[in-house]
């Protein structure tokens, strides 16, 4: 069964602190891996993208790790700021227009 | 407009009620999407469009339907409300080339 598990599912830390959120999947085929930033009461917007054969990639104060061997992905946050509180969402393509799997995401909440 | 758009903002409705959520967006973006979120479960896909005139079934179609008449609209109508339809309803499209979806700002519906 195509999954994608996220942890820790809440997370406080305070502001200016760096924090790593995880990313486990099960999903088959792999097409790519992206980070959604969803603040509250508004839609997710996507923060990063990798495809299969890119290991890092960068965002600002946002880095994203891709380890495909072992179906895992990181989203690390530096110097956290009050504005980085919200949920973070990992989603798993597997190409194609339904071919979505949403983590059901780390609340992150960063205080001053 | 600018970007993807989606009315009412919240809505409660009586149980048995015609409801019809509406979403516009004026990227030109072909493909179009309906996800529900709730607490716990994540975003999940009711359904979507790859194109205008063609539409299609996600992980939890029932209750709802949808219609594609132009590349703009995508409304997502519940033709008799029932009270787990109380959820948050999120938007969203794509450009053809690309994987991203660009969510609009969630109608949130209360069904009593």
């Known amino acids: 069964k195509n999954q994608v598990e996220q942890s820790p599912q809440s997370l406080i830390i305070l502001e200016g602190k760096n924090c790593t959120l995880q990313?486990?999947?099960?999903?088959?085929?792999?097409?790519?891996l992206r980070w959604y930033k969803q603040d509250t009461g508004r839609g997710p917007v996507s923060l990063t993208i990798m495809t299969f054969s890119e290991n890092t990639k960068s965002n600002g104060r946002y880095t994203a790790t891709l380890d495909a061997d072992t179906k895992q992905s990181s989203l690390h946050i530096t110097a956290s700021q009050l504005s980085d509180s919200a949920s973070y969402i990992c989603?798993?393509?597997?190409?194609?227009?339904?071919?979505?799997?949403f983590g059901k995401g780390t609340h992150l909440i960063i205080q001053p | 407009i600018a970007g993807i758009t989606q009315a009412p903002t919240s809505q409660i409705l009586a149980a048995g009620r015609r409801m019809t959520l509406r979403c516009t967006q004026d990227?030109?973006?072909?493909?179009m999407y309906w996800y529900r979120q709730d607490l716990g479960l994540g975003l999940r896909l009711i359904h979507y469009?790859?194109?205008?005139?063609?539409?299609g079934k996600g992980e939890v179609p029932d209750g709802y339907s949808v219609s594609r008449a132009n590349t703009d609209d995508f409304p997502l109508t519940l033709a008799s409300a029932v009270p787990s339809q109380t959820s948050v309803y999120f938007c969203?499209?794509?450009?053809?080339?690309?994987?991203?979806?660009?969510f609009g700002p969630g109608t949130r519906l209360t069904v009593l």
């Open positions: 990313c486990n999947y099960t999903v088959s085929p792999f097409s790519n």
């Open positions: 990227m030109r973006h072909n493909a």
């Open positions: 469009s790859n194109t205008a005139g063609t539409t």
């Open positions: 989603v798993v393509s597997r190409g194609g227009a339904d071919g979505l799997t």
């Open positions: 969203a499209s794509r450009p053809s080339r690309s994987d991203t979806q660009y």
